[in-house]
């Protein structure tokens, strides 16, 4: 299947510091991704949706100054987490739908986000 | 808004047992797909279907989008220690957007 990949893994940073994450698709180019979030033993929840060339389109209740979303390009999409506070600790996910099929969405193997 | 409910939360069942799970829904769906994921990773793909009935085997694993397009099941044959995951089920109705069930946490006992 299609391969997306997240930059960082893992990170961990002080309270009020802002903390970028990359998502890419390897073997294919996605014109939209999508920005998860999860926490501890529950399912994904929708951020946002991420638009090459556009704005983002927000999940009601996610804030888009504090989660700021770029899609520079057919291959990469970033998030940052601004002005992160204990409460934004969580998994951070990216997908995208792979070229072959537009219904089929590929994750990326996530972002886990510790902040002090 | 969209829910699915998944169905059981969690089953702790023993190696070579078999295993089903199923996803329903008020609304209708044109997509259902499966992931696993496992701890600390993202949500794997395991079966996607695209067709009212259909029904697709992947190895041990087997899936069928339901005929009111409103519910899936999938099941997962002889089980093996390596099953052990939590299983999503998510549906699409227009556009690229996903709706999560809640999940199905699934022990396998050696």
């Known amino acids: 299947g299609a391969v997306v990949s997240q930059h960082p893994s893992w990170v961990i940073c002080k309270s009020g510091t802002s903390v970028k994450i990359e998502c890419r698709s390897l073997d294919f180019q996605a014109t939209t991704m999508f920005w998860y979030r999860q926490f501890p033993k529950q399912s994904l929840m929708l951020m946002a949706t991420?638009?090459?060339?556009?704005?983002?389109?927000?999940e009601q209740g996610v804030e888009k100054d504090k989660f700021l979303i770029n899609h520079a390009s057919l291959t990469l999409s970033t998030l940052t987490v601004t002005s992160a506070h204990p409460e934004d600790s969580s998994f951070y996910i990216c997908?995208?739908?792979?070229?072959?099929?537009?219904?089929?969405?590929?994750f990326g193997p996530g972002t886990r986000l510790t902040v002090l | 808004g969209q829910q699915l409910n998944q169905s059981p939360q969690s089953m702790f069942i023993q190696e070579g047992e078999d295993v089903s799970m199923n996803c329903t829904s008020s609304s209708i769906f044109n997509t259902w797909l499966w992931y696993k994921q496992d701890p600390g990773e993202g949500p794997v793909l395991l079966i996607a279907?695209?067709?009212?009935?259909e029904l697709t085997s992947n190895g041990r694993l087997t899936a069928q989008f339901g005929i009111t397009r409103k519910d899936s099941f999938l099941n997962i044959s002889a089980s093996i220690p390596s099953d052990v995951g939590i299983y999503f089920c998510a549906g699409r109705t227009s556009g690229s957007r996903l709706t999560f069930g809640e999940g199905t946490q699934l022990t396998v006992n050696p």
């Open positions: 997908s995208a739908p792979s070229g072959g099929h537009t219904d089929t969405q590929y």
């Open positions: 279907l695209y067709k009212a009935g």
């Open positions: 991420s638009n090459e060339g556009s704005k983002a389109t927000y």
